[in-house]
């Protein structure tokens, strides 16, 4: 398929600027879960399950090894020929040879992504092979021409009135109505049927692939994988090497999750198991079937750090719960694979240089997390990726270099919070009047979309400084105290508080012991530790030497005067966020 | 020594509390912080704010800039690690310190960073489930009518959902008015939003009409960078929605403008 | 070459993989423990099994003995279609059914243009999920489960499980009987697409309808309640 996942930006803009297309997928975004989340409701043990299975496709995994070579083993000894393909052209050759062997004209196909992966239909179809998609998803964009915009639902961005309009143009049945989806469903059934009848092979994908039987699980609705598998003389299953499962039972136990993250039901029509050529008892079935069994890069997702990706079992759930896709759907991401699994398998199966927007479309809500029913920590991977990025400097310089710079000065804390009481001061004070601005300098990324709320005054930082610093009796000051505040950072253990009037202060306030920082500011940092070199420096100029009566503090009204300490009631003193010069302090 | 009043919890000795204030709140809207203060000592807490802090350095990790984000985690570590309790008017600096500086540490620091985290709360989670924080005798605050965005890092790393319902209904006896499609993301995601701006639009004019659609005077929430997003959206759209932090909702400050409102 | 292809995959995976005995690995597989099944509507099997049947738009019929089953075979044919024209798999359980007590002689083999109607003998039924069970073969041609208009299946209420691990178990012990079949097939319900619009249809590629005849003891209440359990009663 061809890839367009590098210009990800602009496909979501112009998926966004289709109102129809958004209607729809906003329906899907809500309508999806909901149904997703019934059924899991009346299964009513998600997590024990999603564990169990976890830890089974976890044990095949870490021992694949072992079970494919099983697979392979019971296979052959049912009877099929087993192929290894190590990338797409493998097996697309490989494919086209026993088409080629068995002079076939006419293939018709299963839903298989695997074999989207490694375009297989367009290269039959150079060959000069007809191929007819038989899913009825597939076959509605087969017929349109279009990509896949979904794993489970690949024409689920079309709309009815779309889908006739194909079949009244690619059908010639002459003049029909087509006005109901069952009409639309019965004429694919039909213009199917004889599709099925006439193909010499059958190439279809497998769910799974059971180890100690060598049997192939195939799951549909519809039930024209099993017309693939049971009509045509010659089958073919495409498939990769991580599907394979040790048992037939730890098979239909994924099973249970896969139906329900994919389409909310608690199992589908078909499930079928097939081990190969037709036998001395059958009466229909393939002469001859070939599994091929494709790599392309999933041993090296399997020693990678990303190899939980493989217990992905394309159930869709990710999608229809991400945001992100249902906002822009799946073309957006530009290749076979859409949404959050889709963004951590592109650039594992193609490359990251290629799709390197598809990780950082995401916000991590986690929402994807939540529902995956293999328990991917899907952010986790795609935030790996970005880190990935970072090292390869693949994110734009001017993000790498301000995220450098911001990390730079919140590890010097004086600096950081003197410029940013200074860059704020002046931001408030240019923004109070309106409360936000429309435009700001180097932040046209948010502005494009919202206003920025102004800074609401001076920094949390520099507020709190200054009140701490009135706490302090300086022989200076001749005025009365105006706040009283919870002081901080002071090295000696405060004094007790002393006894309030009676029905005074609420809240219990008393001294404050030492907070760390402030000792570490005088002392050394310890040796291993990365200390910011503000904390070995001398102590900040305003720290309080002593304490005073400590009393509770109220939070801020901005703009509003100091107000000068009423007596027992500390609680309704205000105290101020009027930005104060340090000379004002008093 | 001063007694506790009678509307604060007595049977425990106060808990000494270090507040990590959040970048965002420092910087843009310190009355999250002061509401924080306020409310912890309401609780009987005892409450102190290191001075050195900074930034948790979320921003940087979820772009995927671990070798900035490490130094900033370390730092916060060594300035928090020996207070009884750390909390955090925030939901994704919160799960940052809980759920993320032990996966982006390693060794000595990852231990330092579960010792941590085992007594890292967020406020609200704080204020229901450790401090009890209860109205006592206090007249309820009044609040106009509230709807609530359920931010995703506080939501699903912290399972923050019934605990600012509860001190919303405890101190100001209102209820929320719940938005439809209350926990799907708003769209913020740290730099996500100006990264992608189109999708990032599209999604908090998503989440504001939906806000909208409750008829709330008052849209609220537990993490500033949300509500800055929302509040933005809506002030860009002409909306009336106002747009506060919880902790201000908690304390009754309703007087200073809302998020991106003029001063009056 | 596949060879070469199959040398290199093998090595890059073995060498991804830990090692351990067959042995050790089927212990740890073991001492993984059972997955977690489905609920049953209700404890009683052949009600669990009769109300899926309906949930997944299947229609069902209980009998109590052979002969009403073939008179139930008759009286669903003609409902449909009018006329007993079927077409059954060559099943010994099939064969020895009294077709001449309802009127109806189905022509055993495989389904062929014209023949709207197929009847089938379940191995088993799994009350978990409403499927019946068959293996491929002259006994259960896999042309007359997906061709048909109409799949008829009778299931005796002994060959009913709980779940599918029980099923496992059964066809595991009829594997070793008869050797593994080319295809072991799981039915639960007519053919459907969701792909149009998400909108669920009936009747994609295999039958618009399913009808499951449970031959059992005093059944009747068991399918009354099954119709309140699917919502249909």
New interface residues.
């Given amino acids: 398929m061809r890839q367009t996942s590098d210009t990800f930006l602009e496909n979501a803009s112009h998926a966004l600027a289709d109102a129809d297309k958004v209607q729809r997928r906003d329906l899907m975004a809500v309508f999806t879960p909901l149904i997703r989340d019934a059924a899991m409701e009346g299964f009513g043990q998600f997590d024990a399950l999603r564990q169990h299975v976890k830890q089974v496709r976890q044990h095949s995994l870490d021992h694949l090894g072992h079970y494919l070579t099983q697979f392979e083993e019971e296979a052959l000894h049912n009877g099929n020929f087993v192929h290894y393909a190590r990338d797409g052209n493998e097996l697309n050759s490989r494919v086209l040879d026993i088409c080629q062997q068995h002079s076939a004209r006419h293939i018709a196909k299963g839903k298989s992504m695997v074999t989207e992966e490694t375009g297989l239909n367009d290269f039959l179809e150079r060959a000069g092979l007809s191929v007819t998609e038989t899913d009825l998803g597939e076959y509605i964009i087969q017929q349109a021409g279009e990509t896949p915009s979904h794993i489970v639902g690949p024409a689920l961005h079309k709309s009815a009135a779309e889908i006739r309009e194909l079949f009244l143009d690619k059908h010639d049945l002459g003049p029909r109505e087509l006005a109901e989806i069952t009409d639309l469903v019965g004429e694919a059934r039909q213009v199917l049927r004889d599709k099925f009848l006439k193909a010499e092979v059958g190439i279809i994908g497998a769910n799974a692939l059971i180890a100690e039987s060598g049997y192939s699980m195939l799951v549909t609705n519809e039930g024209n994988g099993d017309l693939c598998a049971n009509l045509p003389k010659v089958l073919i299953i495409c498939t990769t090497i991580d599907r394979v499962l040790p048992r037939a039972e730890d098979a239909t136990a994924m099973l249970r999750l896969l139906v329900r993250s994919a389409t909310g039901q608690a199992q589908t029509c078909y499930t079928s198991f097939y081990s190969g050529p037709r036998r001395e008892l059958d009466t229909d079935g393939p002469l001859e079937t070939h599994f091929v069994l494709l790599d392309n890069h999933r041993s090296d997702i399997l020693a990678s750090d990303y190899h939980e990706m493989l217990q992905c079992i394309r159930c869709g759930a990710c999608l229809n719960h991400c945001p992100i896709y249902t906002g822009v759907g799946g073309h957006a991401f530009g290749w076979v694979y859409p949404g959050p699994m889709g963004s951590i398998l592109t650039p594992l199966l193609t490359s990251l240089e290629q799709s390197n927007a598809l990780p950082n479309a995401c916000t991590s809500c986690g929402r994807c997390a939540e529902v995956c029913p293999a328990d991917i920590p899907i952010p986790d991977l795609l935030r790996d990726l970005r880190h990935e990025e970072t090292r390869r400097q693949l994110s734009a310089p001017r993000w790498r270099l301000g995220m450098k710079l911001h990390g730079w000065l919140a590890r010097h804390p004086r600096l950081y919070h003197r410029l940013t009481g200074w860059a704020i001061t002046a931001l408030h004070r240019l923004g109070r009047k309106r409360g936000r601005f429309s435009r700001l300098p180097m932040a046209e990324g948010w502005t494009s979309q919202r206003d920025f709320p102004a800074p609401q005054g001076k920094t949390f930082m520099q507020q709190f400084a200054l009140q701490q610093q009135q706490e302090m009796p300086s022989p200076v000051r001749d005025k009365p105290r105006k706040t009283r505040l919870r002081p901080e950072a002071g090295r000696t253990k405060a004094p007790r508080v002393k006894p309030s009037p009676p029905g005074a202060a609420k809240t219990a306030s008393k001294a404050v012991p030492a907070d760390k920082p402030a000792r570490a500011v005088a002392a050394k940092a310890p040796a291993k530790s990365a200390s910011p070199k503000s904390r070995t420096g001398k102590p900040p100029a305003r720290k309080p030497r002593s304490r005073g009566p400590v009393k509770t503090r109220t939070e801020p009204h901005f703009g509003e005067p100091l107000e000068p300490q009423s007596g027992a009631d500390e609680r309704r003193s205000t105290t101020t966020g009027k930005p104060q010069e340090p000379d004002d302090v008093n | 020594m001063t007694r506790p009043a009678t509307d604060t919890p007595q049977s425990r000795p106060n808990l000494r509390v270090s507040l990590f204030v959040t970048c965002l709140a420092d910087l843009l809207r310190p009355s999250v912080a002061f509401a924080s203060i306020k409310l912890l000592e309401q609780a009987g807490c005892e409450v102190s704010v290191p001075l050195q802090q900074t930034c948790c350095g979320q921003p940087a990790y979820n772009t995927g800039d671990y070798e900035t984000s490490e130094p900033l985690a370390r730092q916060l570590i060594e300035q928090f690690e020996d207070a009884e309790y750390v909390v955090v008017p925030s939901g994704s600096c919160a799960g940052m310190i809980c759920h993320h500086y032990p996966r982006l540490l390693k060794g000595e620091w990852r231990d330092r960073a579960l010792q941590l985290a085992a007594k890292t709360f967020e406020l609200t989670t704080f204020l229901t489930d450790i401090a009890k924080l209860q109205r006592g005798e206090r007249e309820p605050i009044a609040l106009p009518s509230v709807t609530y965005h359920d931010s995703c890092a506080g939501l699903r790393e912290l399972g923050i959902k019934a605990q600012p319902r509860q001190l919303l209904q405890e101190l100001c006896a209102t209820d929320v008015i719940e938005l439809q499609q209350t926990e799907v993301c708003c769209g913020f995601g740290g730099t996500f939003c100006a990264k992608m701006p189109e999708i990032s639009g599209k999604m908090v004019g998503d989440k504001l009409a939906n806000a909208v659609a409750t008829k709330a005077a008052v849209l609220t929430g537990g993490d500033l960078g949300c509500l800055l997003n929302i509040a933005g959206r809506a002030h860009r759209q002409g909306e009336s929605i106002q747009v506060r932090h919880i902790a201000e909702l908690l304390v009754g400050d309703l007087d200073s403008p809302a998020i991106g409102e003029a001063e009056s | 070459m596949?060879t070469s292809?199959?040398s290199?995959?093998?090595a890059?995976?073995?060498?991804?993989?830990?090692g351990?005995s067959?042995e050790s690995?089927s212990q740890?597989?073991q001492g993984?423990?059972?997955?977690?099944?489905?609920?049953l509507p209700c404890a009683e099997l052949a009600t669990a099994f009769l109300a899926?049947v309906l949930?997944?738009q299947g229609s069902a019929a209980v009998v109590s003995g052979r002969s009403e089953a073939v008179k139930a075979v008759g009286a669903y044919l003609y409902k449909h279609f009018r006329s007993h024209r079927l077409v059954a798999g060559n099943d010994p359980h099939l064969a020895a059914m009294p077709w001449r007590d309802a009127g109806v002689l189905p022509r055993f083999?495989?389904i062929e243009p014209g023949e709207p109607a197929a009847l089938s003998y379940a191995m088993l039924g799994i009350a978990e999920?409403?499927?019946i069970v068959t293996f491929?073969?002259?006994?259960s041609?896999?042309?007359n489960?997906?061709?048909s208009e109409h799949h008829i299946v009778l299931v005796d209420q002994a060959k009913l499980v709980a779940n599918?691990?029980q099923?496992?178990l059964g066809?595991n012990r009829e594997i070793e009987r008869v050797g593994?079949?080319?295809?072991?097939?799981?039915?639960?319900?007519?053919?459907?697409?969701?792909?149009?619009?998400?909108?669920l249809?009936y009747?994609?590629?295999?039958?618009r309808g399913w009808h499951v005849i449970l031959i059992g003891e005093a059944l009747d209440s068991a399918l009354q309640e099954a119709r309140e359990l699917a919502g249909l009663a």
């Fill in positions: 596949s292809a199959r290199e995959i093998l890059r995976v073995r060498k991804a993989s830990r351990s067959a690995l740890q597989l993984l423990g059972v997955a977690p099944a489905a609920p899926n949930k997944n083999g495989s999920t409403g499927a491929t073969g002259k006994s041609p896999a042309s489960n997906l061709l599918m691990e099923a496992w066809i593994r079949p080319r295809g072991i097939n799981f039915i639960a319900g007519p053919s459907s697409t969701g792909d149009i619009e998400g909108k249809v009747g994609a590629h295999g039958p």
